[in-house]
């Protein structure tokens, strides 16, 4: 009998008492609004990152949205993006009514590189390069601007133009929700930072009559009390890293592990597997569906070799700070028994 609750989550937040405090000891100053915590977090994250141009903003998602505004896609451009990913990579280009152009992915769902080169054309005007499950996907330089959805991954990343990164609730590093945009250029940065608060300046625009603005801009900005969570998340990494990394490799040494995610398994029964997990308490999910399956993508199954083969074993187990050893040779135990 499958059971209703699981005793080992999918996913976990890594929210610890520090985080709890930041957050109390936030709300009790004058000013919550985005000011000088969030510069503070900034500056700290792009340590960490060993980047320059840091941006926070409310949300991974409005990561994305200002890098396609920043790359001016309009009506008709092609965008190569990977057809297996969160839908939030692909949903702001359905409302700039760029050309989506699917391309395949590898064993470990990251989006593979041979593909996209077939696809490239004279209106390709960006690849967007997913980093799924904590894995750095290497791109190739092609000529073409590169945006990096990061929203799955914590670490640097190489030669793209735009990187946005993800706090949300299941991240790696959480501030509840929020997000991050990484500017390689300063151009795209100061222009960024324009975006993020309705096209305003916000160091010059105080008490200043003669303040204009020239391009229409959204509200994005993060606020003191994520950023203050964000902070001390940040500390807390240096215990949580090592900590994962232990449970990685161990369950790359019961599974048999050979590259891509640890946590990533194909089974051609998968349906029955998942359902003798559920029963044990332990809780799997596909994650991310095939993005031209939905409707609004077209709703047409494409002619991608490699994703319609993994599209009926894939399947994903438990991973997150809050695992233990015993956890992790339990659930191996477990898919062992039954794969």
């Given at each position: 009998m499958i059971k209703n609750s699981f005793n080992i989550p999918l996913f976990y937040p890594n929210v610890s008492d520090s985080m709890r405090h930041a957050a109390y000891e936030s709300l009790g100053e004058r000013f919550i609004g985005q000011g000088k915590t969030v510069e503070d977090f900034e500056m700290l994250l792009g340590n960490y990152l060993r980047v320059q141009h840091v941006l926070t903003v409310n949300s991974g998602t409005s990561?994305?949205?200002?890098?396609?505004?920043?790359?001016?896609?309009?009506p008709g451009d092609e965008v190569i993006t990977p057809v297996y990913t969160c839908t939030a990579t692909n949903i702001p280009l359905v409302r700039r009514n760029v050309k989506i152009i699917f391309a395949d992915v590898k064993d470990n769902l990251l989006m593979d590189w041979d593909d996209v080169e077939k696809k490239i054309s004279k209106k390709t005007k960006a690849i967007i390069n997913v980093h799924l499950f904590n894995q750095l996907n290497e791109h190739r330089n092609l000529g073409i601007p590169i945006i990096g959805d990061a929203a799955q991954y914590l670490g640097?990343?190489?030669?793209?133009?735009?990187?946005?990164?993800?706090?949300?609730?299941?991240?790696?590093?959480?501030?509840?929700?929020?997000?991050a945009l990484i500017c390689k250029r300063r151009k795209?940065?100061?222009?960024?930072?324009?975006?993020?608060?309705?096209?305003?300046?916000?160091?010059?625009?105080?008490n200043n009559i003669d303040m204009d603005i020239?391009?229409?801009?959204?509200?994005?900005?993060?606020?003191?009390?994520?950023?203050?969570?964000?902070?001390?998340g940040l500390n807390d990494l240096k215990k949580i890293h090592p900590k994962v990394l232990s449970l990685q490799k161990r369950y790359e040494?019961?599974?048999?592990?050979?590259?891509?995610?640890?946590?990533?398994?194909?089974?051609?029964?998968?349906?029955?597997?998942?359902?003798?997990?559920?029963?044990?308490?332990?809780?799997?999910?596909?994650?991310?569906?095939?993005?031209?399956?939905?409707?609004?993508?077209?709703?047409?199954?494409?002619?991608?070799?490699?994703?319609?083969?993994?599209?009926?074993?894939?399947?994903?187990?438990?991973?997150?700070?809050?695992l233990t050893m015993e956890n992790v040779e339990f659930i191996c135990n477990t898919v062992k028994k039954y794969l």
């Open positions: 990561a994305l949205e200002l890098a396609y505004h920043l790359l001016d896609l309009k640097e990343t190489h030669g793209e133009r735009l990187t946005a990164y993800s706090f949300q609730a299941t991240k790696i590093l959480t501030t509840v929700d929020g997000g795209d940065y100061n222009r960024a930072k324009l975006l993020r608060w309705y096209g305003i300046d916000r160091e010059t625009s105080k020239t391009e229409a801009g959204y509200k994005y900005s993060m606020n003191n009390v994520t950023a203050a969570i964000g902070i001390a040494k019961l599974l048999g592990f050979q590259g891509g995610s640890p946590f990533l398994i194909h089974s051609k029964n998968r349906k029955k597997l998942a359902a003798k997990l559920a029963a044990q308490g332990i809780e799997t999910s596909l994650v991310h569906k095939r993005n031209d399956r939905y409707s609004l993508f077209g709703g047409k199954r494409q002619n991608l070799p490699n994703m319609n083969r993994l599209e009926s074993t894939y399947l994903f187990l438990p991973c997150h700070s809050h």
